[in-house]
């Protein structure tokens, strides 16, 4: 059977990836596409090509459909299962289910099955009892060399970070254990909107006054908490107004206008200050059967605006819209882009599509890579060298004027380092080089800085919580959460004072020529001069004062009383702990 689409050439690159990869191994894979991209040709494609049974998952009864309609256009005929569709056939060699309803049929899915293919695999969680991977165990079960595809545009989640752990192009993302193991293609926004596969975005601040979320408080996930949200909203109805009267009147030259609301109370309210005859409102309470009258109505522009509560972020495709109003906070990258992708689909007349951020969120569009939450707001992307291997990483951190990086947050080199000789199902070995680390008091390996135990001997890390707590209880110890260091140079000694938040001092000499004394001072502090992106030995003093202004300072520094003078005896860099910092509020 011919396939009728010619697939572009990403889509083929995707296909090929595919098959190139589990021909190697079984090891589960992630193809990141832009939304829009057309994941489901994708999907189809890999189906036509499959010899034996294959399921593929997702999470709303939209994309099933779709994908379904896509895989049929083939002239083949595939079941569907979803409580949704009204629909549960599984005898089929292809399958196009929604994860809830394959989750609460778990017995009607014991045949044995080649692939799982899961669109939207964000969404899948790292935990056992999730219901994706639930149902991974149970089809693992009747088949051990069970493949497992995840396809996404957006591959990381609030709290985990990213959802693969292996990148095709040779780095790596963290050290834990991840849903899915290899990203084994990808494609960037950008290539898609400059080849003219997707609408350009117009991003454009907000003109009028913003909401400021800032204060609100968050959960692990980076999220608010809805009475906290419209709490704040309801003190501010004049900047609802005035900023759907922005919208009303920036949508004149617009054909379809979606606005994202923080909260079901904050939805009512922007509808009410909308044309009620040109606008329609859902959220997660509305009505099935009303929901999709609304979206058919919206879809053939009987209806203007669409206000939603985060109920149409995927498997929502109106190409015509062209005009994104984001009223809600998110910390989610992720989410952040599902968002502005439903505007970005190419139409006939479409020339962009504009996107007005009233919440402040400050998500960079093209450049979410580093897909970990921002340390702080003043965070950028910054590339980091490894003095190890030479791999260029991307981390967060901060530049000065000229756009070098005086400060990142990286801990160890993405980068990974092939085998020469590789054998099959081998997985690359990662840099084991650390900007950060936590020396191992045993056998001075350098582990991760919130390890437990040494990677290298094993051994139980002393914790610096342990560490302050236990200085803190005795008379003849001091505590001083360092906030900076100065150095004085005296022909071959180096004497380092560390000043306290409080105005507090305590010093020590390193004499730089007596080598076991010049060898510890580069351990503590040549390691991780200049963040650990140009560790130096140093070999004299002079040198050392030469680059003062990029040596580290530790967060805590532990001395114990001896007759005359403190001596120090710890030095705590990189902390992380529930002991506050020096100059933190």
Known sequence: MNAPFKLRPYQQEAVDATLAHFRKTD???????????????????????????????????????????????????????????????????????????????????????????????????????????????LLRQQNDSLKVLGLTATPYRLAMGWIYRYHYRGFVRGEDDKPFQYCIYELPLNYMINRGYLTRPELVNAAVAQYDFSALPQDRFGEYAERDVNQLLSKHKRVTRAIIEQVVELAAERQGVMIFAATVEHAREVAGYLPEHETALITGATDLKDRDLLIQRFKQRQLKYLVNVSVLTTGFDAPHVDFIAILRPTQSVSLYQQIVGRGLRLDEGKQDCLVIDYAGNHVNLHHPEVGEPKPNPDSEPVQVFCPGCGFANIFWGKTDDDGRVIEHYGRRCQGLLE?????????????????????????????????????????????????????????????????????????????????????????????????????????????RFANSQAPQAFRSADEVLELEALLPAPDFVIARKQKHYWQVQERVFDYQGQFRKANEV
């Open 27 to 137: 090891e589960s894979a992630v193809i990141v596409l832009p939304t829009g991209a057309g994941k489901s040709l994708v999907i189809a494609e890999l189906a036509r090509l499959a010899k034996r049974k294959i399921l593929v998952v997702t999470h709303v009864k939209e994309l099933v459909e779709q994908n379904h309609a896509k895989y049929q256009s083939y002239g083949l005929t595939g079941g569907v299962f979803s409580a949704g569709l009204k629909r549960k056939e599984s005898h089929h060699q292809v399958t196009f289910a929604s994860v809830q309803s394959v989750s609460a049929n778990l017995d009607q899915f014991r045949d044995e099955y080649s692939l799982v293919i899961i669109d939207e695999c964000h969404r899948v969680s790292g935990e056992e009892t999730s219901q994706y991977q639930r149902i991974i165990e």
């Open 419 to 527: 085998p020469v000789d590789r054998v099959q199902d081998e997985r690359p070995q990662q840099c084991d080089y650390r900007f950060r680390f936590k020396e191992c008091p045993h056998c001075g390996a350098e582990n991760d800085i919130a390890a437990r135990n040494c990677h290298q001997c094993q051994k139980a890390i002393i914790d610096p919580d342990d560490q302050l707590r236990d200085a803190l209880k005795l008379k003849d110890a001091m505590v001083i959460r360092c906030a900076g260091i100065s150095l004085v140079a005296d022909g071959s000694k180096l004497k380092i004072t560390y000043h306290g938040e409080n105005g507090e001092e305590v010093g020590e000499s390193f004499d730089f020529s007596k080598p076991g004394q010049r060898a510890v001072f580069n351990r503590l502090f040549g390691r």
